[in-house]
């Protein structure tokens, strides 16, 4: 199942994206794409049999609809640094010997087509096309074997950056990460049974019409499956989590001059399987 949410920020409701790629209203399924509806698998069970039934019928979601974040806003939202060892090395950093583990404030969570606002005074505001994994049942100290099990869902992620607050000011990376509008999420959540091969994913993204970044999600130096276990070591993943693995080469801080946003960019991304999403730059008001 494609799993989305459509309407205004803040009044969201749940929806569908259906095989021919109409998208329904599922508000009469009675859950919204949150921790309940994640943390138990019988729900997924219940929502195809509620979709073989009622997705002729349900409204229908209008085109120009704004989609909003594919989840309900998460408990965590846990980022993977360098985590592709082309783009470590356009950062000028090591390849990591474990993940880099950062968090991303949820409040930076918009939906996937939202404005991205450049902060006040930035000067080095930067993409980040990413595979995100929503977490399923709670996950404290699993196994890599057992991790896969864990995972509801895949998404696609923005991880806007700004460089000079991320790592020009001192302390964590989360300064740079965590600016209003700095996690566009979605178009859709792809439940997992949709995705064969999640580590074999093309990923793209594109500003002003020009390709930046052009990846695929085989070349994850840490895999899903170590990266649930490897994080449930320090702390509980709790149902609806968003982890994200990390982005291939490519990022603005990578060219040499380097290339920072300014309003009026516009970015377009997207991973096979996952849709797309676009962007554009406004101001800090
Ligand atoms: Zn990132």
Redesign the pocket.
């Known amino acids: 199942m494609k799993l989305l949410r459509f309407g205004a920020p803040g009044s969201e409701k749940p929806g569908l994206q259906l095989e021919d790629g109409r998208r329904i209203d599922a508000s009469a399924f009675g859950m919204d794409w949150n921790d309940q509806f994640f943390g138990d698998p019988s729900n997924l069970d219940r929502l195809k049999s509620w979709a073989d039934e009622n997705s002729a019928s349900a409204p229908l979601i209008s085109d120009g609809t704004r989609l909003g974040p594919a989840t309900a806003r998460p408990g965590k939202l846990i ?3 360098l985590n592709f060892s082309d783009h470590a090395e356009e950062a000028g950093m090591d390849i990591p010997k474990e993940p880099i583990v950062f968090f991303k404030a949820t409040s930076a969570i918009v939906g996937p087509n939202d404005n991205v606002t450049i902060p006040r005074d930035s000067k080095k505001t930067d993409w ?1 096309v ?1 595979l995100a994994f929503v977490i399923g049942k709670k996950a404290s100290y699993v196994s890599e074997e057992d991790a896969l099990s864990h995972v509801a869902g895949y998404v696609l992620h923005n ?1 806007y ?1 700004e460089r000079e607050f991320q790592l020009e000011r001192g302390g964590q990376w989360v300064k740079g ?1 965590s600016c209003d509008t700095f996690a566009p999420i979605g178009p859709f959540v792809a439940t997992a049974d949709e995705i064969a091969d999640p580590e074999n994913l093309a990923m793209w993204l594109i500003v002003n019409g020009e390709k930046k970044q052009d990846g695929n999600s085989s070349k994850l130096i840490f895999g899903i499956a170590h990266l649930v276990s490897y994080l449930s070591r320090f702390m509980t993943l709790e149902p609806g989590d968003i982890v ?1 693995t ?2 291939p080469p490519g990022v603005g801080m990578g060219f040499n001059p380097p290339q920072f946003m300014k309003p009026g960019d516009v970015v377009e991304l997207g991973i096979e399987g996952l849709g797309q999403s676009r962007q554009v730059a406004v101001a800090c008001p």
Do not use: A, M, R
């Open positions: 980022c993977i640094g980040e990413e991880d950056s990460k994200s990390g982005t």
